[in-house]
T-cell receptor
């Protein structure tokens, strides 16, 4: 049972345009979400998070939107830069098993100059 | 402050061999975890520890052992490697009460 889903394995965007990465979840008990960015041959690095008491959180070029009724969140990158090319994972803490993170499958973003 | 470090970066094993993947963190985090990443499956939890001397199983623990004798170190042992354990392994740590986990650079393991 995939509790966190990223249905788009890949996304290609032109430099300067907006990148929108989507994530859906099934467990209504999730109350916090994180986005991680992963470059090849490196570990995931924390990018941005959102609590379920908010519907938007912004950090520079990165904004995460949360729609609780639809159990959907999205990460917007504006403007997209070639250095943003990476795999992006959304994740939710489960509050059991040591607070394990439940990850989506990841979306590989390619930003073309 | 090195964060989370892992050794080795790459390893090739033959079926049946054993080895230990090392993980260390210098942030004094109580919680440490091991995940594996497989294509199309995101990261899945293998084992975790909530403090020195305390470990427990995650989603996919079979074939792996862990121990936590110090706050800093959390080694992962493969007892008898199998091709199904070919994967990229990530160690992570976090503070108690925090949701953000910090990941090491990973170990790419191939079992022939």
């Amino acid at each position: 049972d995939q509790q966190v889903k990223q249905n788009s394995p890949s996304l290609s965007v032109q430099e300067g345009r907006i990148s929108i990465l989507n994530c859906d979840y099934t467990n209504s008990m999730f109350d916090y979400f994180l986005w991680y960015k992963k470059y090849p041959a490196e570990g995931p690095t924390f990018l941005i998070s959102i609590s379920s008491i908010k519907d938007k959180n912004e950090d520079g070029r990165f904004t995460v939107f949360l729609n609780k009724s639809a159990k959907h969140l999205s990460l917007h990158i504006v403007p997209s830069q070639p250095g943003d090319s990476a795999v992006y994972f959304c994740a939710a803490p489960s509050y059991n098993q040591g607070g394990k993170l439940i990850f989506g499958q990841g979306t590989e973003l390619s930003v073309k100059p | 402050n090195a964060g989370v470090t892992q050794t080795p970066k790459f390893q090739v094993l033959k079926t049946g061999q054993s080895m230990t993947l090392q993980c260390a963190q210098d942030m004094n985090h109580e919680y440490m975890s091991w995940y594996r990443q497989d294509p199309g499956m995101g990261l899945r939890l293998i084992h975790y520890s909530v403090g020195a001397g305390i470990t427990d199983q995650g989603e996919v623990p079979n074939g792996y052992n862990v121990s936590r004798s110090t706050t800093e170190d959390f080694p992962l042992r493969l007892l008898s490697a199998a091709p199904s354990q070919t994967s990229v392994y990530f160690c992570a740590s976090r503070q108690a009460g925090a949701d953000t986990q910090y990941f090491g650079p990973g170990t790419r393991l191939t079992v022939l």
